[in-house]
């Protein structure tokens, strides 16, 4: 049912783990299934330096916050602001239509990373 | 690669004596049975046969047996059918939280038809209480519908004592035996059933062919229109090679149903307990004891059901979960949310049925990998710390 993309990002997710250097870090929830997205980033300049992700959740979840990492690596903010969960759906390579929900949660994981930052900053 | 399929309450394959069979009927008696030349006595008779085999092996009489296209019309057929035909002694039904959709949505259905109806809850084990159960009768309740066995945690209910309750009252009592059928003793009598629905594709028949036993004087309003097969009662050209292989596969599943039920609880037992020993934070859903022989299911806590069953796939097995990201509707399993499973547990949950060609091998296998797939996994989770 899914994708040879999908299969592949969730065999092998790019990007997935921690940082303990993080500049930003958003867990994002997905209220009608219970899945989880954790991102964490590192900005230079304005541009993400580095980014890794944790999911709890299936197969389509976990596969669209790896490719979703894996798209605004080395984007500026502003540019992985714009990411949408359209955007991640085609680079899959489309998910099945009870699935599309699941891969939400990254496009919305990474905007509130990218909040978390500038509000931190803006602080300091 | 090797594969393990251990997904045999969802389905069996059908076995080599059982196609043989049905060929016969594919083949040469392709007749319909209702026609009066030798070539439809052929096929009538195979139908004749299929029908006192299962009647046989039921307790019941082979007029009682009405094929069907499965369990699940079986189980339309009886709950609809009788609430139908006695609602005017009352409108009342008693059947549980955990029966099968094919129960539970009928029921949901005669809801919106004007019909009252109790959804029994369970233990945290997932078995009926019979004080819940009396507790809930009244004196309009015309039907009770409680399943033999639950397809999802294998808990096998106590519908002998509910059956007693309800022949004592006169209430018509349905049994849906597809998941317990084959695998424990199931008699018509003993278990007081008035109305009982069993599926050949279970016990390594074909798919598409069940049959509803309809006790002699039960009333029960029938579903279909049209000719005058089975009694009239389930009008429609008999689906005559299913039928013969349901007969076959009924035959062979309770000859070999002892020394079958004696190595299937072995290869269980083994599983849960090596599961249990190799994996931290898991939880057995079910009863441990009160339980079909062929059933596991499992809950791994900081793990997603689907993202289990991908991992097991490509290793080669193939099982089932009550995740919400596997049923396609969004919803977690009814069946451990009545238990009161905790969701995390429940969003974790997988179902692995063992069945007559899995071997220690298999279980071997299964336990070697299983601790690397739910790993990684938890490596991956938010929600998981070392």
């Not at chain 1, 929830?29 to 954790?38: A, H, I, K, P, V």
């Not at chain 2, 299964?366 to 990684?376: C, G, Q, S």
Request: net charge negative; proline share 4%; hydrophobic share 35%.
């Amino acid at each position: 049912m899914y994708s040879e993309v999908v299969m592949d990002h969730f065999t092998n997710p790019r990007n997935v783990g921690e940082m303990e250097d993080a500049d930003a870090v958003a867990d994002v929830g997905n209220l009608s299934c219970g899945d989880t997205t954790r991102i964490y980033i590192k900005v230079k300049d304005d541009v993400i330096e580095d980014i890794k992700f944790k999911t709890f959740g299936c197969g389509a979840a976990i596969a669209s916050s790896s490719i979703a990492t894996e798209m605004v690596k080395g984007k500026t903010l502003d540019e992985a602001l714009k990411i949408t969960t359209e955007e991640i759906v085609d680079a899959l390579g489309g998910l099945p239509p009870a699935k599309v929900h699941c891969s939400v949660m990254a496009a919305d994981a990474i905007k509130k990373a990218i909040e978390n930052y500038r509000e931190k900053n803006k602080e300091d | 690669m090797k594969r393990v399929y251990l997904d045999h309450s969802a389905t069996t394959p059908v076995r080599p004596e059982v196609v043989e069979e049905m060929m016969k009927y594919l083949t040469d008696n392709w007749g319909n049975p209702s026609s009066v030349y030798s070539r439809g006595r052929e096929a009538r008779k195979g139908i004749d046969e299929a029908r006192e085999k299962i009647a046989h092996l039921l307790g019941a009489n082979p007029q009682e047996i009405i094929f069907t296209s499965g369990g699940t019309e079986a189980d339309n057929y009886a709950v609809m059918g009788a609430a139908f035909a006695n609602q005017k002694k009352g409108k009342h039904i008693i059947t549980t939280s955990i029966e099968h959709h094919a129960v539970l949505d009928t029921c949901k259905f005669l809801e919106r038809q004007g019909f009252e109806v109790t959804f029994l809850p369970v233990t945290p084990e997932g078995i009926v209480r019979v004080e819940d159960f009396e507790r809930a009768l009244r004196q309009d309740t015309i039907l009770v519908s409680v399943m033999h066995v639950n397809n999802e945690v294998g808990t096998i209910q106590p519908v002998e004592e509910i059956g007693r309750v309800c022949r004592e009252k006169g209430i018509i009592f349905h049994v849906d035996a597809v998941q317990s059928f084959g695998k424990i003793p199931v008699n018509v009598d003993e278990l007081n059933a008035d109305l009982l629905s069993i599926s050949a594709h279970k016990i390594y028949g074909p798919k598409g062919v069940g049959c509803l036993y309809i006790r002699k004087g039960t009333k029960v309003q029938k579903l279909f229109y049209g000719g005058a097969q089975e009694r009239r009662r389930r009008p429609g050209t008999e689906n005559v090679a299913g039928i013969v292989g349901f007969g076959k596969a009924a035959e062979l599943a309770i000859k070999e149903m002892g020394e079958e039920t004696e190595k299937l609880t072995k290869l269980r037992d083994k599983l849960i307990a090596g599961l249990q020993e190799k994996i931290s934070d898991i939880k057995l859903n079910g009863d441990p004891v009160q339980r079909i022989c062929n059933n596991v299911n499992v809950s791994f806590k900081y793990v997603e059901g689907e993202s289990l069953l991908l991992s097991l796939d490509m290793k080669g097995i193939e099982a089932s979960s009550g995740s919400a990201c596997t049923s396609g509707s969004l919803d977690p399993s009814h069946v451990l949310t009545a238990m009161g499973v905790p969701f995390e547990f429940i969003h974790g949950s997988v179902r692995m049925t063992l069945g007559r060609d899995n071997t220690e091998e298999d279980i071997d296998y299964v336990l070697e990998v299983f601790p690397e797939i739910v790993d990684r996994l938890r490596e991956m989770s938010p929600l998981y710390n070392k």
